[in-house]
């Protein structure tokens, strides 16, 4: 299974992105539909963190510096999860990866979309 990131850029503050990320691959549907989803982030000099994260049941849960602000949803149809991004921040500047964490646990990563948000 690969994980394909995209949709980062520059945005300034106050504005959206919506970054996508699609599983291909063999088998992809089926670690698709049965793993957890999550967005990642890291910044330069620091350790990457969890930003959303989605449970195959749809459970979501946000880390507390972007709750309100973006949105994490994913549609099996087609092995794809996003990350509505609005009211940005120059602190939200950070390369993004997509992971899936299958039932095995065993952590699958994209090659990460950088997003700058400038002042």
């Known amino acids: 299974v690969q994980l394909q990131a995209s949709g980062g850029g520059l945005v300034q503050a106050g504005g959206s992105l919506r970054l996508s990320c699609v599983a291909s691959g063999a088998q992809s549907g089926f670690f698709f539909r049965v793993g957890v989803l999550g967005w990642y982030r890291q910044a330069p000099g620091k350790q990457r963190e969890l930003v959303a994260s989605?449970?195959?049941?749809?459970?979501?849960s946000y880390a507390d510096f972007v709750k309100g602000r973006f949105t994490i949803s994913r549609d099996n149809a087609k092995n794809t999860v996003y990350l509505q991004m609005d009211s940005l921040e120059p602190e939200d500047t950070a390369v993004y990866y997509c992971?899936?964490?299958?039932?095995?646990?065993?952590?699958?990563w994209g090659q990460g979309t950088l997003v700058t948000v400038s002042s």
């Open positions: 989605i449970s195959v049941s749809s459970t979501i």
């Open positions: 992971n899936l964490a299958t039932s095995s646990g065993r952590h699958i």
